[in-house]
């Protein structure tokens, strides 16, 4: 159904942003890697915990 292709679509995008969130803190990205997590909390999905605490990290200069 429409409905399912809509969710589908939204969680492989989740998981998607999640993986480059991933790939920037693995190549160093700081920048990048905030906006990503940034953007991950905004969406409120899946990730979202994840995303704020690596974002908490980030802040606090724990992370690279």
């Known amino acids: 159904s429409a ?3 809509v969710y589908k679509r939204q969680e492989y995008s989740e998981e998607a942003e999640w993986l480059l ?3 920037y803190l693995h190549t160093n990205d700081r920048e ?3 906006v990503t ?4 909390i905004r969406k409120d999905g899946a ?3 994840e995303a704020t ?3 908490k990290e980030l802040k606090e200069k724990k992370l690279f």
């Open 3 to 5: 409905a399912s292709d």
């Open 21 to 23: 969130l991933c790939a």
């Open 53 to 55: 605490a690596i974002l």
């Open 37 to 40: 997590a940034e953007s991950i």
């Open 47 to 49: 990730y979202t915990a």
């Open 32 to 34: 990048k890697a905030k």
